[in-house]
């Protein structure tokens, strides 16, 4: 199986900004992405990293991945070439197995509701999570049986695989703007973010200041002392 | 709706909600998944420790109805869509269907075919993604196979490394399909009042008729691969047949003019537990048909049929309970409306003792069954000498009031209904999903699992397996109201005493 066929399934992605969908709009005129050709970059040329945020863009906080995602993208645009996709999706299960085919790193951004952390927080989710099958109820697709199935078909899937998890507020009213405390939180969660892309993204360019934000304060951050975590 | 029953209902609604608002508080969950509300079962004991009542519980969107109000009734089928990452198409092509009859414009005849090939199309793609991946490995893996191996890894562990990479591969190109017309898999922009947004260009029929061709092989081996698997099994055969999955109730479905079973369009008809017609009605009647009930101990609404009034949770003759998805379909309708998928149909109640089949398991191979008709469909609908046509939409020019529509999602009737104001902005905006259909039979089935396995306190091993596979048969929608991180489901089953104080608290998942 090529993995740019599997590639050409991916119509939400980065390469086409007009193409994702807008929080602000939920129904943007230029909803449609392009047909025809696959404008998705062809297997040799594939960046090695993905930051893929996951979503509903109108279900209130459940849109934060989307969002922040969306924010990293921005401050991408323009500066010095990373090896970075950043896509976003609302898809989810065996769905995303169409994104994660050909990256060696991959970075989700998810919203999470744990209830036993402050709205905003960052969970970093370990690897030993996924990697196990057991105990998994069948009914949805996780992170873990889409590696495992990817590895089981010979397609080329990501040797490492880290999450984000944003805790929110509300994911399950209908709405288009995040609750006020997840929204104060957004320019620290976008930090981190940042932070992790450009430690992941090796080697980055030095002359870029390490640490800022350019896309939502501007304000130098410390960088944040964020544990790489690999699958096996 | 009547405004005293519209009180009472919004009273009810609102102190459901509350009540389960606090009820978060007080669980906790696995940080892997924050679908908490996802899977939760309350089981209540009687003074005796058995089971007084069981149910599922499943998060309810909030806000839908006022997010809608005062956008334009053209951005429905995309605000519809985003509701579930799950089946985007079905609540997409309900939508557009409102709003042809919102603006009392039809599509034109080549703009209604586009629309049932993608619908089609779509009905295939997530019927298999069920069979192997969600509900599939209870049977291809084997129900009594540790839960570790019963998922999609497994599924392919049964059938082979090469049929595993065909399923992949198939679901890959009916989703190039629905993308060709829709933009995109996920939020599809095909649908208009009146028709749809794309024509197919001729140029691209032939890999398109490639597709439905090898469609049709992929669901007869589907249900090849079901038959060798399943049907051979006779402890498999004898689980279906169980009368711990087994519940007499009325069935509703959408049949064409001949009762055939349609997932695009047509009537609506319920039989009842004898299987005989007892309604038969448009989209536009409903209201006269279909109610909601709502119980003091649960958020959920349970649809009903109407004319029998709210009868309880009871099956036999006089039950007003109906369930609705593969199985209630081919129940309710006089068969298929495609030659290989009549003969699938036939072989179907041949086995399972005539028709109706009151089987909740039998909704696995009856899904099969469907694909078969989804594939041949797209086949036939593609050999039209009309799919090419660039006529695909009628502009529309009355003024709107009000629309209904209503398709069959893979899951079961799915009615979608608005309200607008002479500009054609919502003022009102109310959807009847496919699993709400359910909620009376799934509740059904959760309590009489719980019921034969808690007994005087006792709870027997294997309870949330046996509770799972009774909901997971009706393949219920989950996934409407959150995307979570991907994606399990925690399975949470808690057991009060009568006096509701919490005894046991069950996970999975």
């Known amino acids: 199986m090529p993995t740019a066929s599997i590639h050409a399934l991916v119509h939400d992605c980065a390469a086409d900004p007009a193409a994702v969908p807008r929080v602000a709009s939920p129904v943007a005129e230029s909803d449609r992405a392009p047909a025809g050709p696959v404008f998705y970059p062809a297997a040799a040329s594939t960046p090695r990293i993905l930051v893929l945020g996951l979503g509903n863009d109108i279900l209130t906080d459940d849109a934060v991945g989307l969002l922040a995602v969306r924010e990293l993208r921005a401050g991408l645009a323009g500066r010095h070439p990373l090896p970075i996709d950043v896509c976003e999706t609302t898809e989810m299960g065996l769905a995303l197995l169409d994104f994660l085919v050909g990256y060696q790193t991959v970075i989700l951004v998810d919203a999470i509701q744990t209830g036993r952390a402050p709205v905003g927080t960052v969970h970093e989710l370990d690897a030993p999570a996924l990697r196990r099958l057991a105990g998994v109820t069948p009914h949805f697709l996780g992170v873990g049986e889409t590696l495992a199935l990817g590895r089981q078909l010979g397609l080329p899937m990501p040797t490492r695989v880290l999450i984000l998890a944003i805790e929110v507020a509300d994911p399950f009213t209908v709405g288009t703007t995040l609750t006020p405390p997840l929204q104060a939180a957004l320019p620290a969660i976008l930090g981190r973010l940042w932070n992790l892309v450009l430690e992941l993204a090796d080697p980055w360019d030095s002359d870029e200041v390490p640490g800022r934000c350019p896309s939502c304060c501007g304000q130098k951050q410390e960088p944040m002392n964020i544990s790489r975590r690999r699958l096996a | ?509």
């Open chain 2, 1 to 509: 709706m009547e405004q005293a029953v519209k009180d009472t209902f919004n009273q009810g609604s609102a102190r459901a909600n509350a009540a389960y608002q606090m009820g978060r508080r007080r669980f906790t969950v696995d940080p892997i998944t924050r679908l908490e509300g996802h899977g939760k079962i309350d089981i209540y004991l009687d003074e005796k420790g058995d089971v007084e009542r069981a149910y599922l519980q499943v998060p309810e969107l909030r806000g839908f109805e006022v997010f809608s109000l005062g956008r334009p009734a053209e951005d429905m089928p995309q605000i519809t869509s985003r509701i579930c990452g799950v089946c985007p198409t079905a609540h997409h092509m309900a939508s557009t269907k409102c709003l042809d009859d919102l603006y009392q414009t039809p599509p034109t005849a080549p703009g209604r075919k586009i629309r049932e090939l993608v619908y089609n199309t779509f009905m295939l793609e997530d019927h298999a993604l069920h069979v192997f991946v969600l509900g599939g490995p209870d049977f291809i893996v084997g129900p009594e196979a540790p839960p570790a191996e019963r998922n999609i890894v497994g599924v392919i562990g049964k059938v082979g490394l090469e049929a595993g990479k065909k399923v992949i591969a198939t679901r890959r190109r009916l989703r190039d399909l629905i993308a060709y017309f829709g933009g995109k898999v996920v939020h599809p922009v095909l649908g208009l009042p009146g028709g749809v947004s794309k024509a197919l260009d001729p140029a691209e029929l032939p890999k398109f008729k490639e597709l439905a061709k090898d469609g049709v092989e992929f669901a007869e081996w589907t249900l090849q691969v079901f038959k060798d698997i399943v049907l051979k099994n006779s402890d498999y055969v004898k689980l279906i047949t169980s009368d711990a999955y087994t519940h007499k109730t009325c069935y509703m479905g959408m049949v064409d003019e001949q009762n055939k079973v349609n997932f695009y369009d047509g009537k609506l008809r319920v039989v009842d537990c004898d299987g005989k017609e007892i309604y038969k009605f448009t989209a536009q009647e409903y209201r006269d048909f279909v109610a909601e009930h709502v119980e003091p101990w649960s958020y959920m609404k349970f649809t009903f049929l109407k004319p029998r009034g709210w009868k309880g949770f009871t099956e036999g003759p006089d039950t007003s309970i109906y369930s609705v998805a593969p199985l209630a379909r081919l129940n309710a309708s006089d068969g298929m409306a495609t030659p290989k998928a009549q003969a699938a149909c036939d072989e179907f109640y041949k086995t399972l003792g005539g028709k109706p089949v009151h089987h909740t398991l039998a909704n696995h191979w009856a899904r099969i069954v469907e694909m078969v008709q989804a594939a041949e469909t797209m086949e036939k609908l593609l050999n039209d000498p009309e799919i090419t046509s660039q006529e695909v939409r009628r502009v529309p020019t009355n003024v709107p009031k009000e629309g209904i529509g209503v398709v069959e999602a893979p899951r079961g009737t799915l009615f979608h209904h608005y309200r607008t104001d002479e500009r054609g902005c919502i003022t009102m905006a109310n959807l009847i999903v496919a699993t709400a259909n359910n909620a009376a039979r799934i509740a059904m089935s959760v309590e009489r699992a719980a019921k034969g396995l808690i007994k005087g306190g006792q709870v027997t091993e294997g309870l949330l397996n046996k509770v799972e596979m009774a909901f997971r048969a009706y393949d219920p929608c989950l996934g409407c109201a959150t995307h979570s991180l991907p994606g399990h489901l925690p399975l949470l089953v808690k057991i009060y005493d009568r006096h509701r104080h919490l005894l046991q608290e069950l996970r999975q998942g």
